[in-house]
């Protein structure tokens, strides 16, 4: 007597790994495609927009292929920063971006540069106020005292064990 052999699934049968792999691969690549056409028309929108402005200040025209162009050129230059970034955190053997990665991208452009960095060291201290405030918050309602009053008990237990 034969082996039986598994029926395609285009027969009834139950897909093989592979295939399922691929069908998976597939929809994932819809949905990527899908998204992309969506960040496309994003883009599209914003040069628009953008275009539009310039326009009104400017006392000029812009034709509808100017925008394609410009809008295809930005999203073409926007993929080649985000393969650059990846790569630059790669060789610095992270899996994560930083803000020195996207100034060392900035690095040709000097205004554009001293905006990123002003603009990372504001979210640097913002970021340290917020710290500070939840460790407030957090040893406040821990104990019910202030960070003073704390550093004052700290020292009287401090001066009680050394008499």
């Not at 597939?26 to 927009?49: D, F, W």
């Not at 100017?66 to 080649?80: D, P, V």
């Not at 990372?120 to 106020?129: D, G, I, K, P, R």
């Not at 009053?149 to 009287?156: G, P, R």
Request: proline share 2%.
């Amino acid at each position: 007597m034969a082996a039986a052999r598994p029926r395609p699934a285009a027969l009834g049968g139950k897909p093989s790994r592979a295939a399922e792999g691929r069908a998976m691969e597939a929809a994932g690549g819809e949905e990527r495609l899908l998204l992309t056409q969506r960040l496309k028309a994003a883009v599209h929108y914003t040069v628009g927009c953008l275009c539009q402005d310039v326009a009104e200040d400017k006392d000029v025209q812009f034709s509808k292929q100017t925008i394609a162009a410009i809008s295809e050129i930005t999203f073409r230059q926007c993929e080649n920063f985000a393969k650059d970034l990846e790569m630059f955190a790669r060789h610095a053997k992270r899996s994560t971006v930083t803000t020195e990665d996207v100034k060392l991208l900035a690095r040709r452009s000097n205004s554009l540069l001293k905006y990123i960095t002003q603009k990372s060291e504001e979210l640097a201290s913002s970021n340290m106020e917020q710290k500070e405030k939840k460790k407030k918050k957090s040893s406040a309602a821990k104990g019910g005292r202030t960070s003073g009053e704390q550093e004052v008990a700290v020292t009287e237990s401090e001066d009680s064990n050394m008499a």
